[in-house]
């Protein structure tokens, strides 16, 4: 517990039904639904005579149901809460993010938040530390081609593994532009490890002179920038909407700039709703800002009506169908899949709940 003269904090169990609808309670006339399996790491905030004043919680590196009740928003109520969480993300990266509406960006700059985006009338994503999306532009810009390529394109892929469904995508891009950047998604929310997909992806993509691979840091269909894109079992809903407009204006601003991107290439989504959502938000918002938006067929197996997806890969590792795998990968990820940990891969896959 914390205290100063007017509040006090508490650090809720959040394996508690009773503290857990406590929260709940207060949030819920606020606009909030309290998931308390979506947060690590909770607070709340009273008034020496017991009355909540407001709540707060982080996930990782992001700050979240951070509210005050309206009778405190003109006290140091929501200070102390952003504070208190910031010190504790803090504490184990060096950056931190918070989605927020729009109307309250002012009072998360008075704390030394910066604004990086927003999504109107929704959602703006806020950040604060020692590294920021500055970092992130000088780092595209060590890697941008210094020969002057006119046509640039830009694929942005999870390779969860790397199917022949990328590759097709990949090298249909390389064939229509003088040089493509491939971002392969940095979160580390998938069965396949950063590293792992990253290397699978060189390997399949090594006979392409001119394809890039760039990490998609924080920036980039991130947990800062678009957590809901991990949720895959779900319906996608208004906020999935407005974060796939948030990563989209984030692209356009700070990234594709740097690297003199006038393209972005996507594969035809036949399976996933989110990734459906964020294709025709792409499809609506890149026109608009200069990028145009270039869909792909997805590739098939030899079954005309049978779409290759790193889904169908999953499943195939999953029961071991070694039949399937061939007509899903490139011989190179075959090839990687033996040489790494194939148990450790098929233990996630068991667990996983992903689609």
């Known amino acids: 517990m ?43 905030l009273y008034t020496l005579n017991d009355e909540i004043v407001g709540v707060g919680s982080c ?16 006290s140091g109520a929501f200070a102390h809460i952003v504070t208190h969480l910031t010190e504790q993300v803090m504490a184990q990266y060096s950056q931190a993010f918070v989605f927020t509406r729009p109307d309250n960006i002012l ?23 020692y590294q920021d999306i500055r970092d992130y532009q000088q780092y595209l810009k060590s890697i ?18 790397f199917t022949l469904g990328h590759q097709y995508l990949i090298e249909k891009a390389a064939t ?19 590293s792992d997909r990253l290397e699978m992806i060189r390997r399949g993509t090594s006979h392409l002179s001119n394809v890039k691979l760039v990490k998609g840091g924080e920036y980039i269909v991130s947990c800062a920038t678009f957590p809901n894109y991990f949720l895959k079992n779900e319906v996608p809903d208004v906020v999935t909407q407005k974060q796939a407009e948030l990563d989209i204006e984030i692209f356009a601003s700070y990234i594709a700039p740097q690297l003199g991107i006038s393209k972005r290439y996507v594969g035809t989504e036949n399976y996933c709703p989110t990734t459906q959502m964020y294709n025709q938000a792409m499809k609506t918002l890149l026109p ?55 148990s450790a891969v098929e233990q996630k896959l068991a667990i996983s709940t992903r689609h």
């Open 2 to 44: 914390i205290e100063n003269s007017d509040f006090r904090i508490e650090e809720p169990d959040l394996s508690s039904r009773y503290d857990v609808e406590l929260i709940r309670r207060f949030l819920s006339p606020l606009g909030f639904f309290f998931d308390e399996t979506s947060v690590d790491y909770s607070v709340i």
């Open 59 to 74: 996930k990782g590196k992001i700050l979240k149901y951070v509210a005050v009740a309206p009778q405190f928003r003109e």
């Open 107 to 129: 009072r998360f700059e008075g704390l030394g938040y910066r604004h990086v985006a927003s999504a109107q009338p929704l959602i703006s994503v806020l950040e604060f530390g």
């Open 144 to 161: 941008r081609s210094k020969n002057g390529e006119a046509a640039v394109a830009a694929i942005v892929m999870n390779g969860n593994p």
């Open 176 to 194: 229509e532009n003088e040089l493509v950047y491939v971002f392969v998604v940095e979160a580390e929310k998938s069965v396949f490890r950063f």
């Open 288 to 342: 608009g800002k200069g990028i145009e938006y270039v869909e792909v067929q997805r590739k098939h197996t030899n079954s005309v009506n049978d779409f290759i997806s790193a889904s169908k890969v999953r499943l195939a590792l999953k029961e071991a169908d070694e039949e399937s795998l061939q007509q899903l990968l490139p011989p190179s990820t075959i090839q990687y899949l033996k040489e790494i940990n194939r």
